[in-house]
């Protein structure tokens, strides 16, 4: 059973969260390019867990090498915490140039999300490549236990063709699709709770 990330576990999960993303093409494209871009990396995943844990869904798994930030889409921060959180992502991580195009574009992907209430699985990520399958299963069953006791779907996004194909495996059905203006195709994807 995953446990929530708290003061004691936070840097452990924001440390297999940066492992993890050091070489998604995904996040390097998300964060500014420049020589701190290892430690720009590390700041997006400070600032993702931090979003993720005052919205009560950031989970590590029992082994402590994998991190679920998996949360109900009702629960908001408040206009305090968003206005220090972002500002944190734009000093550390983004960029001042970049903080406003990704906050626009942020609210259009927001606009094409499902508005029915359910968990928001914002992020997966694993950093022992030799516990993977154990570490996944464990994540794949507490989230869909969740699902299941709350009676909420699970909503996500990919860019990923390959991620895509996994959550189809998994029981996840294709809802919407968007093409941003860098061409970039994004999938909105849902499992139903009862499935």
């Not at 998996?70 to 305090?80: C, V, Y």
Request: with cysteine; proline share 2%; glycine share 4%.
């Amino acid at each position: 059973m995953m446990l929530s990330i708290d003061d004691t576990t936070e840097e452990t999960a924001i440390r297999v969260l940066a492992a993890s993303f050091e070489t998604n093409p995904g996040v390097r494209a998300f964060v500014k390019d420049d020589h701190r871009i290892i430690s720009r990396i590390f700041h997006l995943c400070v600032f993702c867990v931090r979003v993720a844990r005052k919205k009560q869904g950031a989970y590590i798994t029992t082994n402590r090498k994998g991190v679920a930030l998996m949360f109900n889409s009702a629960n908001q921060l408040t206009k305090l915490d968003a206005l220090r959180l972002y500002a944190y992502l734009g000093q550390f991580s983004v960029g001042w140039l970049r903080a406003i195009p990704m906050l626009q574009r942020e609210r259009i992907i927001r606009s094409y999300r499902s508005k029915a209430p359910a968990f928001y699985f914002w992020m997966l990520a694993v950093e022992d490549q030799s516990f993977g399958l154990e570490t996944i299963i464990e994540i794949k069953e507490f989230v869909f236990q969740r699902s299941r006791e709350n009676q909420l779907d699970i909503i996500a996004e990919t860019i990923s063709k390959r991620t895509l194909a996994m959550y189809l495996r998994y029981g996840f059905e294709v809802y919407h699709e968007y093409q941003d203006s860098k061409g970039l195709v994004i999938y909105f994807i849902r499992r139903p709770w009862n499935r």
